[in-house]
T-cell receptor, first 116, second 113 residues
Framework: EAQVTQNPRYLITVTGKKLTVTCSQNMNHEYMSWYRQDPGLGLRQIYYSMNVEVTDKGDVPEGYKVSRKEKRNFPLILESPSPNQTSLYFC???????????????FGAGSRLTVL | GENVEQHPSTLSVQEGDSAVIKCTYSDSASNYFPWYKQELGKGPQLIIDIRSNVGEKKDQRIAVTLNKTAKHFSLHITETQPEDSAVYFCAASTPKGYNKLIFGAGTRLAVHP
């Protein structure tokens, strides 16, 4: 089944304790991205990657890091989590080579993170 | 910067009624407008999309209309059913080299039997 898999689905941690949220896709997609979802703010892009070893900041990158060493994986790293990073996180991927303008995203099921 | 406004934030309808969600975008260069449905505990899923060279698109009970002059687009759901209850997000692309999507804040639709 074509899908984007995120882990963990739920995590409660404490301020300053480094954590990684993994994301893997099995569709051979070039483009991958991380979003955070907060009430009243919709989905905001954190980081994105056009291909292996190519990453760039989205709209809210502060406090996050990413890496893209393999095409299928795109982990999100919080080096020193803070309470304002408590949120619902989504990884997404797409075969963005549709240069006509469509960026059809496939989302993971989400990771709910609480930072105390 | 680019912005997408979505209204209403919540919508409650009776089963069988129609539901309309409206979005306005700021970037006149936007050329792709998808709608995503997020069910409880799941990630958003594409339900319909429209490109800038088309004014309307239908898929069974759902339709999307686009007014490029006014820079707004709408999702129409007819004959609503309880399984239509979800959060709906509109989005607009910005031609920033990779067609980044800017999402609206979401609309929580509740369909009551």
């Amino acid at each position: 089944e074509a899908q984007v898999t995120q882990n963990p689905r739920y995590l409660i941690t404490v301020t300053g304790k480094k954590l990684t949220v993994t994301c893997s896709q099995n569709m051979n997609h070039e483009y991958m991205s991380w979003y955070r979802q907060d009430p009243g703010l919709g989905l905001r892009q954190i980081y994105y990657s056009m291909n292996v070893e190519v990453t760039d900041k989205g709209d809210v990158p502060e406090g996050y890091k990413v890496s893209r060493k393999e095409k299928r994986n795109f982990p999100l790293i919080l080096e020193s989590p803070s309470p304002n990073q408590t949120s619902l996180y989504f990884c997404a991927s797409s075969l963005w080579t549709d240069r006509s303008g469509a960026n059809v995203l496939t989302f993971g099921a989400g990771s709910r993170l609480t930072v105390l | 910067g680019e912005n997408v406004e979505q209204h209403p934030s919540t919508l409650s309808v009776q089963e069988g009624d129609s539901a309309v969600i409206k979005c306005t975008y700021s970037d006149s260069a936007s050329n792709y407008f998808p709608w995503y449905k997020q069910e409880l505990g799941k990630g958003p899923q594409l339900i319909i999309d429209i490109r800038s060279n088309v004014g309307e698109k239908k898929d069974q009970r759902i339709a999307v209309t686009l007014n490029k002059t006014a820079k707004h687009f709408s999702l129409h759901i007819t004959e609503t059913q309880p399984e239509d209850s979800a959060v709906y997000f509109c989005a607009a692309s910005t031609p920033k080299g990779y067609n980044k999507l800017i999402f609206g804040a979401g609309t929580r639709l509740a369909v009551h039997p």
